[in-house]
């Protein structure tokens, strides 16, 4: 009898200590549908639906290798079996799509675009035939978050002919990482002097946070819970909030996995801290920012996986 009433008081308690921690958190957020990020697309490119631009580089006047076939290794170095010497503005944009979709899905969609905008097809592969995934996110467009199976990798590479005396060029590269992640990578190449670079459009995306009170961060990726991936780009969001000094928001880290409760809170607290510091690093007032991590215990979100999203939910004023 005795240890029936002791294990009794023990569920009673542990329920109420989580029901403790659910009542909370909940105080910390308002419940808001997520907001996904808005962006610009290239003039030359309309990227996939349900994705979304997580990182943008522009190069003026650079010397390229479009790479025109598979990848090998020789003497110790990287090298297409073929290759043609460009010099142009060169555009560098990654796109993550949703989950719902997959590698297959993504190339059909841009061979399609390809086709019905007249873009002339130079070379193209999949899979094993394009060679090491690794050669191609490490040698050939050096940035890590590219490596993934050499089976979930596509290429294509294309002639765009315009009304200026040169063609511009661009190479696509789809890769399905090990955690389900899909990218698509575009780089452009214009003749000199005709582009211009492709940026984040951050102050929609924060003007959004006034009607739906909660926005997710876009192009999050951690190497661990206490370091973000080098290709993330917090700087179009830093600048937005920096406009709105009046402001003060909650960054709010999930997670979810088959730790237990406390570690999962305790972790996505952190890697909410990681993604505040990085913020502040780049001018928001610390003031503006509270990191809170709930781990599991707010599983809903809109659409595609977002099971370990960050958000900014903005803290509005007690009448």
């Known amino acids: 009898m005795w240890i029936i009433r002791i294990y009794y008081f023990t569920m009673i308690r542990q329920t109420l200590s989580l029901y403790s921690k659910l009542l909370s958190v909940s105080l910390l957020i308002i419940v808001a549908p997520v907001v996904g990020a808005q962006q610009t697309d290239h003039p030359l490119i309309s990227g ?52 719902e979709f997959n590698g297959e899905d993504v190339q059909h969609f841009f061979q399609e675009q390809f086709a019905e905008r007249g873009y002339e097809q130079l070379f193209s592969c999949a899979g094993r035939e394009c060679g090491s995934s690794n050669y191609w ?24 002919d315009t009304a200026l005396s040169e063609p511009s060029h661009l190479v696509l590269y789809i890769i399905t990482r090990g955690n389900r992640r899909i990218y698509a990578y575009l780089e452009i190449v214009q003749p000199t002097g005709t582009a211009a670079p492709v940026e984040l459009v951050s102050s929609e995306l924060l003007v959004d946070i006034e009607q739906s009170l909660s926005v997710a961060v876009p192009g999050l990726t951690f190497i661990n819970d206490r370091q973000l991936d080098n290709a993330v780009d ?5 600048s937005g909030l920096q406009n709105m000094p009046e402001r003060s928001f909650y960054v709010v880290a ?9 570690q ?51 803290i509005q004023a007690v009448d």
Request: hydrophobic share 40%; net charge neutral.
């Open 48 to 99: 996939f639906p349900d994705s979304e631009i997580i990182s943008t580089e522009f190069e003026s006047d650079s010397n390229y290798s479009l790479v025109l076939g598979r990848l090998q290794r020789s003497r110790g170095v990287v090298i297409p079996e073929n290759s043609e010497r460009l010099r142009g503005d060169v555009t560098r944009l990654i796109y993550e799509v949703s989950q």
């Open 254 to 262: 999930h997670l979810t996995g088959p730790q237990e409760l406390e």
């Open 137 to 160: 996110a490490n040698d050939i467009f050096r940035n890590r978050v590219l490596y993934g199976p050499e089976r979930n990798q596509y290429f294509i590479a294309v002639r765009i």
């Open 234 to 238: 917090l700087s179009g969001m830093a």
């Open 264 to 314: 999962l809170l305790n972790r996505s607290a952190i890697r909410a801290q990681t993604v505040r510091q990085q913020l502040i690093n780049l001018g928001v007032g610390s003031s503006q920012l509270i990191a809170r991590g709930l781990g599991p215990l707010a599983p809903s979100c809109s659409a595609g996986e977002c099971l370990e999203r960050v958000e900014l939910v903005l």
